[in-house]
Structures are given as structure tokens and as C-alpha cells.
């Protein structure tokens, strides 16, 4: 309603759609999927690459040139969000899950790519309203397909109040609230930086943790976000102007 009936036309609709459709709703669907055929761990490690994705599709599709400093700040992110995430080389164990969960990955670097890129006239909340719009519906009509003729996958369980509340959390605060800000900070880093913030996110919910559930601190955690950081402070130097394709 914020972008008015000008700029909200048919053909940026059906861009919308299509990218949320595809980027934002099947990639989920794809981590859900090798989350549940692999262990904790896998989701992780895919998760941690995304920062490697990203610098690939920029440097396919909008030519960025890989700079030492970026190349340096990438692997700080990447061995950095391993750690973060709680990730321990020792007995890893990457089967088939690995690949839907970094599919996944790879489809949401393009989806936030594709949002800035063909979607800039509108602002972020205009861009994660309609891309969550076309996730949605693609969603659903998974859901209705998988119903009819994979009902078997179709379970529903115990709605209770602690069920609504995670819920609300994951649909309201980490999604329609969250998305306008990664949306909006990509658009000024690029896809690439912009992801090496994803991967000290484990440090944040640890520290959530211990101040509110009374968890223990990780030290190897805090190392980890600490590589990060260092990464960021490397690569958050040259934001990459995205073209018309």
C-alpha cells in the first residue's frame, strides 16, 4: 500500500512472484528437505557457504573482480561461520543432505540478487511483500500437491500456546520483520558481504541463550565470530553496483 498503485504494475508483480517463488520458497523448502535427511551439522556448513555463493554470482553475473582483500575476507567468513555455528571437523559426515541444503543456499543468494536487481524502483518492504507473497503461493501449492498425492507427508501436530509462539517468531520476527533489513543491507553490500553477517548469527541466538535460558558460553563460538568479523572488516570496502541484465 507504502508504493502506491504507479510502480506496483503487473510486470514487477510477476517479477516478484516469480523470484519469491522460486529463491525464497522452493529454497526453503530444499533446506527443510536436507535438514531432515542429514544431522544438524550439514544445514551448518551449507548455511557458512553462502558467502562464497554470493561472491560467485556477482562475479558471473555482475562481473565483480575478485580482490585479494575479498578473496581473504571470504574464507574469513567461511572458516569463521563454521565455528560459529558449532561445527567440529572432526567425524563430518556430508551425504546427500549437503547438496539440497547448499541448493538451497545458492537459490537464496540469487533471490536476494534478483530482488535488488529487478525490483530497485520499489522499496525493501515492497520488495520482501511481494517476494514472501510469491513464496507463499508457491508454498501452498506444494502443500496442496503433496496432500493429494504424498498425504503420508502431511502431518500435523499439537497446537499449543508454545507452538503458536514459535510460530509467531519464525513467520512474524524472523521473516516479514527480519527480511526488509537483508533486503535493504544487501542492496547497499551485495550479496557477498552482506552474508558474512548471516554467519556470525549462531553467536547472536547463543548469546540470546545464555543471558535468557541460562545456557554456557562456547569460546570456540566467540572465536569463530570473531574470524568473521575480521572478514567483514577486509571486504565491507568496495559495495558492488549491480547492472541491468
Known amino acids: 500500500m507504502l508504493e ?22 522452493f529454497g526453503s523448502l530444499l533446506l527443510l528437505y536436507g535438514q531432515q535427511i542429514s544431522n544438524p551439522v550439514t544445514p551448518a556448513i551449507a548455511a557458512a557457504m553462502m558467502p562464497i555463493m554470493g561472491a560467485m554470482l556477482e562475479v558471473m553475473l555482475d562481473r565483480r573482480r575478485l580482490t585479494p582483500m575479498l578473496i581473504l575476507g571470504i574464507l574469513c567468513a567461511f572458516i569463521g561461520g563454521i ?3 558449532g561445527v567440529r571437523l572432526s567425524g563430518i559426515n556430508i551425504g546427500g543432505g549437503f547438496f539440497w541444503c547448499l541448493s538451497a543456499i545458492v ?7 534478483a530482488t535488488n536487481l529487478y525490483l530497485r524502483d520499489l522499496s525493501a518492504m515492497g520488495q520482501t511483500t511481494i517476494t514472501l507473497a ?14 493429494g498425492g504424498v498425504s503420508d507427508q502431511i502431518r500435523v501436530g499439537q497446537i499449543a500456546g508454545n507452538t503458536l509462539i514459535i510460530i509467531f517468531a ?17 542492496r547497499g553490500l551485495g550479496v557477498a558481504v552482506a552474508s558474512f553477517h548471516l554467519n556470525a548469527v549462531p553467536v547472536y541466538v547463543m548469546a540470546i541463550m545464555v543471558y535468557a535460558f541460562g545456557e554456557e558460553w562456547d569460546e570456540m563460538r566467540l572465536v569463530g565470530a570473531a574470524i568473521v568479523g575480521i572478514g567483514v572488516l577486509l571486504a565491507q570496502r568496495e559495495p558492488p553496483q549491480y547492472k541491468t541484465m
Not at 6 to 21: D, F, S, T, V
Open 170 to 186: 519464525f513467520s512474524i520476527l524472523s521473516a516479514a520483520v527480519a527480511q526488509p533489513f537483508w533486503i535493504a543491507g544487501a
Open 4 to 25: 502506491g498503485r504507479l510502480r506496483l504494475n503487473k510486470r514487477i508483480w510477476a517479477q516478484g512472484l516469480a523470484i519469491g517463488g522460486i529463491g525464497f520458497g
Open 134 to 147: 510469491g513464496a507463499a503461493l508457491f508454498a501452498g501449492m506444494i502443500w496442496l500437491i503433496v496432500l
Open 107 to 113: 537459490l537464496y543468494a540469487w533471490a536476494t540478487r
Open 83 to 85: 565455528l560459529a555455528a
